[in-house]
T-cell receptor, first 115, second 111 residues
Framework: SAVISQKPSRDICQRGTSLTIQCQVD?????MFWYRQQPGQSLTLIAT?????????ESGFVIDKFPISRPNLTFSTLTVSNMSPEDSSIYLC????????????FGPGTRLLVL | GQNIDQPTEMTATEGAIVQINCTYQ??????LFWYQQHAGEAPTFLSY????GLEEKGRFSSFLSRSKGYSYLLLKELQMKDSASYLC????????????FGAGTRLFVKA
């Protein structure tokens, strides 16, 4: 299994500012994923972060708005840039485990409120 | 593209059995997951199916039919703590491995 921690756990930010969310995993993983979950809705994949290469973004998400870093196999960051109230959401980091039973583990999430 | 459908809400009685259905359309199917998510918490893994058939794990079972693009999650001996959202998710290899989530089914268990 993988244990994932995220910082910060929650934040309240002003419109136009940026926030960087950190994700730390207790084991080396090839692929890390960033999801967004807006209130009452399911998870939407933002991008896949691979170590040593550019992140792959899903439709509707762009690097200028959500830059991602993946400096090593246990860590990633997601930045929410030039925030607006529409960015208020829970942001979740996730990793896959294919060593045993196929599964995907999620971090506790970062609750972001933009005023 | 991908499309995952599941009912928005279901209600069941404590001690009963409930089946949550999920249909999906994807061009690069590589497995189907079910997750449980309590309000305010991250999703937790319940099951994974990649071959047709039934996978049983305690009170929870999951079924997959790849030819029909269909899965269900079966919850037996329902308990109040089973009240949660249940997310159907499909791994798709189109454009790289990624897991796409359905909108989730909110299950209410009543006494």
């Amino acid at each position: 299994s993988a244990v994932i921690s995220q910082k910060p756990s929650r934040d309240i930010c002003q419109r136009g500012t940026s926030l960087t969310i950190q994700c730390q995993v207790d084991s080396q993983v090839t692929m890390m994923f960033w999801y967004r979950q807006q209130p009452g809705q399911s998870l939407t994949l933002i991008a896949t972060a691979n170590q040593g290469s550019e992140a792959t973004y899903e439709s509707g998400f762009v690097i200028d708005k959500f830059p991602i870093s993946r400096p090593n196999l246990t860590f990633s960051t997601l930045t929410v840039s030039n925030m607006s109230p529409e960015d208020s959401s829970i942001y979740l980091c996730s990793v896959e485990d294919r060593t045993g039973e196929e599964t995907q583990y999620f971090g506790p999430g970062t609750r972001l409120l933009v005023l | 593209g991908q499309n995952i459908d599941q009912p928005t809400e279901m209600t069941a009685t404590e001690g009963a059995i409930v089946q949550i259905n999920c249909t999906y359309q994807t061009s690069g199917f590589n497995g189907l997951f079910w997750y449980q998510q309590h309000a305010g918490e991250a999703p937790t893994f319940l099951s994974y199916n990649v071959l047709d058939g039934l996978e049983e794990k305690g009170r929870f079972s999951s079924f997959l039919s790849r030819s029909k693009g269909y899965s269900y999650l079966l919850l037996k001996e329902l308990q109040m703590k089973d009240s949660a959202s249940y997310l159907c998710a499909v791994r798709d290899t189109t454009g790289g491995f990624k897991t796409i989530f359905g909108a989730g089914t909110r299950l209410f268990v009543k006494a």
